[in-house]
Antibody, heavy 121, light 106 residues
Framework: QVRLQESGPGLVKPSETLSLTCSVS????????WSWIRQFPGKGLEWIGY???????SYNPSLRSRVTMSVDTSKSQFSLNLTSVTPADTAVYYC???????????????WGQGTLVTVSS | DIQMTQSPSSLSASVGDRVTITCRSS??????LNWYQQTPGKAPKVLIH???TLHNGVPSRFSGSGSGTDFTLTISSLQPEDFATYYC?????????FGQGTKLDI
């Protein structure tokens, strides 16, 4: 059974860097693409980006100047760094696996349980 | 970015009702449209991918249709566990984008 678990600080000060890690179990991290998605308090969902272990990366242009993702295959983890955070970055952050199907597109499944990150001084 | 618009934003229904949720994209996305269900305090779960393919383990009362810019999610006979928020998401191009959600309650 594939499981994803987010970890990291729940409180980050404005202008600092938000750092989260997603631990993957039940599947090889090298077999899939992986994504970060966040959900704002008003419930809207925003895709942050995806990463593949080989270095293939795509970020949401709205966050590109502030976001970095990486993969540590030895630990079966991938990570998110978001710099210069403001209260507008307060959200539940999810990690998710991307499942691909030839001719059928791709979708997020499964998701981690999510972790609330609050940006406040 | 491709904008995804769901309607209605909220919907009241009863057990046994048939309900339909609509999702419209700002440009054609072929059939690259997924539906998710989210219950309070939980992460979204995929129900349907590629517009009409039921995900493994999802009850057959859920169905999806559409292509191009207009899509629907139908629940044929509401069960108590179906009262949740539903989101559509396009995977046609990055950035992947989601609809604003439809909250289904009693």
């Amino acid at each position: 059974q594939v499981r994803l678990q987010e970890s990291g600080p729940g409180l980050v000060k404005p202008s600092e860097t938000l750092s989260l890690t997603c631990s993957v179990s039940g599947v090889s991290i090298t077999d899939y693409y992986w994504s970060w998605i966040r959900q704002f308090p008003g419930k809207g969902l925003e895709w942050i980006g995806y990463i593949y272990y080989s270095g293939s990366i795509s970020y949401n242009p709205s966050l590109r100047s502030r976001v970095t993702m990486s993969v540590d295959t030895s630990k079966s983890q991938f990570s998110l760094n978001l710099t210069s955070v403001t209260p507008a970055d307060t959200a539940v952050y999810y990690c998710a696996r991307i499942t691909l199907e030839v001719g059928g597109g791709d979708w997020f499944d499964p998701w981690g349980q999510g972790t609330l990150v609050t940006v406040s001084s | 970015d491709i904008q995804m618009t769901q309607s209605p934003s909220s919907l009241s229904a009863s057990v046994g009702d048939r309900v339909t949720i609509t999702c419209r994209s700002s440009q054609s996305i072929s059939r690259y449209l997924n539906w998710y269900q989210q219950t309070p305090g939980k992460a979204p779960k995929v129900l349907i991918h590629a517009a009409s393919t039921l995900h493994n383990g999802v009850p057959s009362r859920f169905s999806g249709s559409g292509s191009g810019t207009d899509f629907t999610l139908t629940i044929s006979s509401l069960q108590p566990e179906d009262f949740a928020t539903y989101y559509c998401q396009q995977s046609y191009s990055t950035p992947n984008t989601f609809g604003q959600g439809t909250k289904l309650d009693i």
